[in-house]
């Protein structure tokens, strides 16, 4: 007797499709918990430290969109960083509602302790993909995040904040 609702069995090449989002989450966890466990920040914060450090004097505005995540999402971590005191936060001098971020010297000797690449493996290796294999990756990801329902809002948190 079959259950109602009862999922389908798996096709082996669906199955084999699974296993292998498996391996890529389980390296993109691996390396956010190495990083962890080396330095004791989050791969988000390296990420957000790596950009200030190569942007001396970046705004939240430009750090968010260099991360590719909500403005809110680059406050938190700059928040965090500065309770560290790994960055500080300069005032616009004419305008103080701007902010410009510099790292601080405890920050560049973290960085140099951290295992690569900064912003994560998985984006380092999607920038070394092929425009025509990533713009499939793409299509084919939108279609899958169509079936899942997913919300796409989702896509602005950090992998290493999931």
Partial sequence: MTR????????????QVLR???VVFNAVRSHFK????QVGLGGAQVWALS???????????????????????????VRALQHKELIRMDKDALDKRHV?????????????RVPGPLEGVLPAALELLNPQTLERLD??????ITLLKA???????????L
């Fill in 34 to 37: 190495q990083i962890e466990k």
């Fill in 4 to 15: 109602k609702n009862a999922p389908p069995n798996q096709s082996p090449q669906s199955n």
């Fill in 51 to 77: 950009v200030i450090r190569d942007k001396p004097g970046v705004g939240m505005g430009e750090l968010a969109r260099c991360m590719d995540v909500h403005q809110s999402t680059a406050s938190n971590l």
């Fill in 20 to 22: 292998r989002f498996r």
């Fill in 151 to 161: 919300d796409e809002a989702a896509g602005r948190i950090p992998l290493a904040q």
């Fill in 100 to 112: 410009h971020l510099y790292v601080t010297p405890a920050a560049l000797a973290l960085l140099a």
């Fill in 139 to 144: 299509q084919d990801l939108s279609e899958l």
